[in-house]
């Protein structure tokens, strides 16, 4: 089970793309092109210079001279059809190459010179194992505040399924993480990464069998995940979402509405701004509630309006009982305020609300929702039945069953600070722990000299 959310090709975070970074060995590639420009020089400016060395005939003065200047270089040995192969070069001497003309002491090959050590960027790296995906980032610093993308890996592992019931993660669930989590290990160990930071959620922090699950990927995948507390989860999420935040905003509500629970951060930005955007949290809280718990105890196949009423209630009950809800009344009405949301739920209301064909991260991360366009798409999802929503490929059979429960924990989150606009974030987690450790490693401090 494939997630559509890559991670790659964030427009504000960065750019997908292969690493800067030259592997190590030999230059193959450079070398082949450089030989075949001197064959086809070569046959240019002396055409049937190769079939008289063949035949015996004594190459003139002018051609002896360009013999001389040719002495050392490293050329390709070819194949019976002339073709050069994909393999490494083969060091042989000039004469050789000339159709074996007699030469008396060949120079050794000369050696390209090795590509210059500051010119390598850091590797970063971010793993979220949540209740519903295992997410995998890797990443290079680009401009200030930005980074590219490298190499992303993203999986839907329900890792949390009967958590809800049981209390405890499944069998069936933590062979599906491990595997996704094996992959993640080999695509980190195929790097040389500088920093990584690799973390676990809700599911693990409120299994009774998390911590002995976390010991199983340590043994199998070779991964030490840290299990990260709510208030840590909130500042990543705020972390990584900061691009999305304009100059002129007064107020943000930022929620992460994930499998297992649903992070909300109140973000006052009406004084002076500091670069982090974590900086300006003035309220947080975590409801342990999320797509998958919702889902479980509701029901997720066959929601009817009164069952969505009645998870709405639900959340809105917990709600209402965050103390520091209040704390943006004063930029409620402003136009300058608006919610910002950073999950499944509202990329897929994204992709649903475009009418996309395939999921697009391009266009749904920074993609602006007034407040009309949300309650429609949350209105037509609730008049579908449960094939409607696998047909739509913004949902699949995947997200089939727990799109209704996040649209609902939506619901109520608006339904206490009501904005005119929503902005969707295809981002998160891993974007903000990607950003707080380029930080710390003052690797954008150092940009003018790297460059």
Not at 78 to 85: H, I, W
Not at 98 to 111: F, H, K, L
Not at 382 to 400: L, V
Request: glycine letters at 10%; proline letters at 5%; a positive charge.
């Amino acid at each position: 089970m494939e997630d559509h959310d890559t991670g790659a090709g964030a427009s504000a975070v960065g750019m997908s793309g292969p690493s800067p970074k030259e592997p190590a060995g030999p230059p193959v590639g450079r070398f082949s092109r450089h030989a075949g420009a001197h064959a086809r020089h070569a046959d240019q400016r002396h055409p049937g210079q190769g079939k008289a060395d063949h035949q015996g005939e004594q190459p003139k003065g002018k051609t002896r001279k360009r013999r001389k200047r040719k002495r050392g270089r490293k050329v390709f040995a070819r194949d019976e059809n002339g073709a050069m192969p994909p393999s490494a070069p083969v060091a042989i001497s000039a004469s050789q190459a000339q159709g074996g003309a007699a030469r008396s002491e060949p120079s050794p090959p000369i050696q390209a010179p090795p590509r210059p050590p500051h010119q390598e960027l850091p590797v970063f790296a971010a793993l979220d194992l949540g209740t519903n995906n295992c997410r995998l980032l890797v990443a290079v610093p680009a401009r200030h505040g930005q980074f590219r993308v490298i190499d992303a890996f993203s999986r839907i592992v329900r890792l949390g399924e009967g958590l809800t019931a049981s209390g405890r993660l499944g069998q069936a669930a933590m062979d599906r993480a491990v595997e996704a989590l094996k992959i993640c290990g080999e695509k980190l160990r195929n790097r040389k990464i500088r920093k990584a930071r690799l973390i676990a959620t809700e599911a693990c922090r409120s299994a009774a069998n998390g911590v002995e699950f976390l010991e199983r990927v340590e043994r199998e995948a070779g991964l030490k995940l840290e299990i990260i507390d709510r208030q840590t989860e909130a500042r990543l999420a705020v972390s990584g979402c900061g691009s999305l935040v304009e100059r002129d905003t007064q107020g943000v509500v930022l929620f992460d509405i994930g499998g297992g629970s649903s992070e909300i951060a109140l973000i006052d930005l009406t004084g002076r701004r500091s670069p982090r955007l974590a900086n300006h949290i003035v309220s947080w809280t975590s409801l342990p509630v999320g797509v998958v718990s919702l889902a479980e105890r509701f029901g997720g196949r066959t929601v009817t309006r009164e069952t969505f009423a009645a998870m709405v209630d639900d959340v809105a009950a917990r709600l209402k009982v965050f103390d520091g809800r209040d704390r943006l009344a004063h930029v409620l009405a402003s136009p300058n305020f608006h919610l910002l949301g950073t999950s499944g739920t509202v990329t897929t209301l994204a992709g649903v609300h475009l009418d996309l064909e395939r999921y697009d991260r391009r266009r749904v991360d920074g993609l602006w929702m007034d407040r009309d366009s949300v309650d429609r798409m949350i209105e037509r999802l609730i008049g579908w039945d449960f094939q409607q929503r696998c047909a739509n490929p913004c949902i699949g059979a995947d997200r089939a069953d727990l799109v209704l429960a996040g649209c609902a924990i939506l619901e109520a989150i608006r339904g206490v600070w009501p904005s005119e606009r929503l902005r969707v974030a295809d981002r998160g987690l891993r974007e903000g722990i990607l950003s707080e450790l380029m930080a710390d490693d003052g690797v954008w401090r150092n940009e003018g000299a790297r460059r």
